[in-house]
């Protein structure tokens, strides 16, 4: 199965340098992979921005379930209200 794809490979290189070749499908190569490096570009950014942050947040919300003390409300019996 291998060998198959290898028997394909000069076929796309050939097709490949074909294809850049001309120039108005090189420009379209060129705007083409442009525009894939500007959007990898923007995730890289976006990583970078995204992953401190969220790593701030969830040290954040340990820190307030550590320093958070469980609270619990008294309960009044009926006995002890006034109104009565």
Sequence with gaps: MVRYFYAWT???IV???F???L?????????AASLVAVIALAALAWAIVFVP???GRAIGHRWQIRGAS???AAA???IEREDV
């Design 70 to 72: 469980p609270q619990t």
């Design 53 to 55: 942050y969220m790593l």
């Design 15 to 17: 097709g490949t340098v």
């Design 76 to 78: 009044l019996s009926p």
């Design 10 to 12: 000069p076929l796309v």
């Design 23 to 31: 120039p108005w499908l090189g420009l379209f190569a060129l705007l």
């Design 19 to 21: 294809v850049l070749a």
